[in-house]
């Protein structure tokens, strides 16, 4: 059985302290990304109304917001790093290595501004890991030791009226490119539907109309079977059609039998007979 290492088990803590920080930074930022869509929509809702400076406060609002979203990305790269390099920062200095220096700073200086429970557990490890005059340097942001980019996500100052104003602008275009589509006119739609039928067989009916006007006869037909989408089946729809030309050709009046070659000349033998008569 090995031995107890306090060190060793004391490292394994703090490195998970660090990878729970970074599970609980995704979380809220994926919750804080779906609080802003909601609040984008209220806005374009709102503007759809004309109410522009009620918009233009929640935008203030979106905003930062976003910056805050920004911060959180920064300090889950900074708990990447510290975990990549756990080994630096498991050193015994009283300061950090350069290579953990930045995420050390960032850490100790953005932490209380958030949150979340395991970075301030997580700053609190680093305080004392590195000392009361390396924690209060970094705290006042001496010499810069902290990142400009982390620095400046945590400046508290009003949104600029040009920020505000594309912000409006993009959730203006959003909502525009959103929205429903005008769909066909009808003139397009009676189209497509002479077009459809067009393309469709004559239908049984249509034959026994042809007949009637003829003068024949048409028995009734079987009444074809018709699917779920009102089209019917093509194989007994073709023998309907068959039934319906082959009863028409049945019941059709015989045609009138050809006039023989000398009945014609005697009808005309006949025709001048008369006038001759007339005209005596």
């Not at 994926?30 to 406060?57: F, N, P, V």
């Not at 009102?230 to 015989?254: C, D, L, M, T, W």
Request: net charge neutral; hydrophobic share 40%.
């Amino acid at each position: 059985m090995a031995p107890w290492n306090a060190a060793k088990a004391k490292a394994q803590s703090q490195r998970r302290i660090v990878r729970l920080g970074v599970q609980r930074l995704r979380t809220l930022q994926e919750k804080k990304l779906a609080q802003a869509k909601a609040s984008r929509r209220d806005i374009a809702l709102l503007l759809e109304k004309g109410r522009l400076e009620t918009a233009r406060i929640k935008t203030e609002n979106i905003i930062n917001e976003d910056i805050y979203v920004e911060l959180l990305e920064l300090l889950e790269l900074y708990c990447e790093l510290l975990i990549a390099r756990f080994g630096l920062l498991d050193q015994s200095t009283r300061e950090p290595d350069p290579g953990v220096s930045e995420g050390v700073c960032a850490i100790i200086f953005a932490a209380p501004r958030t949150e979340l429970k395991e970075l301030h557990v997580l700053r609190d490890i680093l305080m004392h890991k590195f000392g009361r005059d390396f924690a209060l340097a970094v705290i006042e942001n001496r010499d810069g030791c902290v990142s400009d980019r982390v620095a400046r996500k945590l400046d508290i100052a009003t949104p600029s009226t040009a920020l505000v104003d594309a912000y409006l602008s993009e959730i203006a275009k959003g909502t525009a490119s959103t929205g429903p589509r005008p769909g066909p006119t009808e003139p397009a739609v009676a189209t497509e539907k002479e077009k459809e039928d067009a393309q469709k067989p004559p239908s049984a009916d249509a034959i026994a109309a042809e007949a009637r006007s003829a003068g024949a006869r048409t028995p009734k037909l079987p009444e074809v079977p018709v699917d779920d989408d009102g089209n019917g089946k093509e194989k007994e729809r073709a023998e309907a059609q068959q039934k319906a030309a082959a009863a028409a050709a049945k019941f059709a009046p015989p045609p009138d039998p050809p006039k023989n070659k000398e009945e014609e000349d005697e009808f005309d033998a006949l025709t001048k007979r008369f006038e001759a008569l007339k005209k005596r």
